[in-house]
């Protein structure tokens, strides 16, 4: 066998390499692997040209060529280390850059970042842009610790793996290797990420403004005031953050009257805030009525909050409260047949709009629930398969529930996976036998989730996207008295924050009023939480 047919046969690594510590733009790389480097920054229309040392394309050692404006290392060997310079001639002209490349032998190629992940985490990207831009990948796979991974992971598009809860058993160095054909050649291509476990979830370093939000100031022309501004900055100060004010969208420091200052503090240990003090030494006519606006920002984000000055008029103030306590009332009233108000309108919309444009999703509510394994969880199937879609499908909802409408064979966690992300609502229904399996035993409360692998799953893929991407929106369904203390956060966050809907069996008693009435309320508060138009009514506009 050839030199070249050896090369074919190696694992085969493609790695956007670590910097080396104290050099600028030097990566490394392992002998033996394939390699492709981009002339950064990645402009179009743009011809790119390599060297080494200085040279020109002929120059370059052998198994090293360009490609469409990528250098390809087929693969890299000891003697390419060293420097290599990109040149682009464009309309501006020309620019340069020097790119170090130290070669080592490894087996996986070396961390390239690390990433910390929680119990409800967002998935790991694979990363491989160059390589996923070939769209030549025939497939993807992930290692830890450069063995593979035991048991079934999910890798979706662009590599994302997402672990089955991740814990601290789950940290450690992951490489993401992906087949690929390049140049007419087969190859591997490989990244390396280390995973660290944390219990608390990384807050986004996103500014937000606190107060004031739309607040009112009563003043008189000619005294002096002060407006106090208080944001969210992060968790860190050194994030380039800084506040201001502006007054009719006219900067603070065009107004001799006007002066402005923050400071950053931290609170709860951990989260940093900034607070801002506009002084006004001398109210004039101008500051009064126009917007003064309290902004925060950094390298992600600018936010803003909204202050007006108005002068004190009893007269005015009168006629306020009195606009008050009848939009109070209003408002209450609202409050109190607001459901029903809700579905009323639904309904006439749904008579009156010639036309609706469907969004992609195929059902209205994936429905998650204990299957039968005790007495008292077949009630809770019962509600499940029988109660619920009667009632609900008679509307025009769709409803996808597991045990129902999945097929015998299919990949349980695939086939969850993709039918939560293809539903509007996610209904899980909660019954008391849902409690630690050692309850009076320990102190830690075991969750269902141990002994109810499906249903666990469904809870954590659903929960989390709607915790992070707000969809699919969670209802919770109570049959009976439910112990939170025996599930997960999540579900226990979910409850305090929008409460459930409790579900009561129906009386033995024959009369008919009596064994349907009494859960109309939680029937019209399980439609006014679903989708406003049922999937069945949508049709596409040709």
Known sequence: MTAAGWVILLSVTFTVAQKLSGEAD????????????????????????????????????SGVEVIDGLLAFQPVQMSHNGSYTCEKRGVTGVTGETIGLSVSSEKCPEVHE?????????????????????????????????????????VEDQGLMRLNGASESDAGNYTCMVDVTFNGRKFT???SIRLTFSKIP?????????YP?????????????????????????????????????????????????????????????????????EVRRQFINVPITCCV???????????????ADHSALYTSVSLCI?????????????????????????????????????????????????????????????????????????????????CPGEAVHDVIAAMVRRCHRLIIILSPEIRSSTEGETEEVETLCDNQ?????????????????????????????????????????????????????PSLKTNKCIKFCSNRNFWKSLRYNMPSVPSGTLHTIV
């Not at 002998?31 to 920054?41: Q, S």
């Not at 909204?306 to 002068?311: G, N, S």
Request: proline fraction near 4%; hydrophobic fraction near 35%; include cysteine.
């Open 297 to 311: 920002q950094n390298t992600l984000k600018l936010v803003c909050g909204v202050a007006l000055l108005q002068e």
């Open 26 to 61: 030097t990566y490394h790389v392992s002998a033996g692997y394939l390699f492709v480097l981009r002339c950064p920054p990645e402009d179009k229309n743009t011809n790119v040209t390599w060297s080494r040392r200085g040279g020109h394309n002929l120059s370059l050692p």
């Open 202 to 210: 990384v807050v986004a370093e996103i500014p937000n403004v606190i």
């Open 453 to 505: 692998t499906q249903l666990c799953y469904e809870q954590k893929i659903g929960v989390h996207d709607a915790l992070t991407r707000n969809e699919p929106r969670v209802i919770l369904v109570e049959i009976g008295s439910v112990d939170y203390r025996c599930l997960p956060e999540s579900l226990r966050y979910i409850k305090r924050k929008q409460g459930a809907l409790k579900w009561k069996k």
């Open 326 to 406: 009848s939009a109070s009332l209003a408002f209450a009233a609202f409050l109190f047949f607001k459901v029903d108000l809700v579905l009323a309108y639904r309904k006439l919309l749904r008579h009156f709009s010639k036309q609706q444009i469907s969004d992609g999703k195929l059902y209205d509510a994936y429905v998650s629930f204990l299957h039968p394994d005790t007495i008292t969880s077949d009630v809770t199937a019962n509600f499940a398969l029988q109660i619920l879609p009667k009632e609900m499908e008679k509307h025009g909802y769709s409803l996808f529930i597991r045990g129902r409408d999945d």
């Open 189 to 191: 291509a490989a990244r």
């Open 213 to 281: 939000q739309q607040e009112v100031v009563m003043v008189k022309e000619g005294m002096a005031v002060e407006l106090k501004c208080k944001a969210y900055i992060g968790l860190s100060e050194e994030n380039d953050t800084f506040m201001y004010w502006t007054v009719d969208n006219v900067s603070t420091e065009d107004f001799t009257q006007l002066n402005d200052s923050w400071v950053s503090f931290q609170e709860d240990g951990r989260v940093y805030y900034g607070l801002s003090t506009l002084s006004i030494s």
């Open 114 to 154: 690390n990433k910390r992940i929680t119990a409800v985490n967002e998935g790991v990207p694979c990363k491989q842009t160059e390589i996923f831009n070939l769209k030549t990948t025939t497939h993807t796979r992930w290692l830890k610790e450069c063995k593979p991974l035991q048991g079934s992971i999910p």
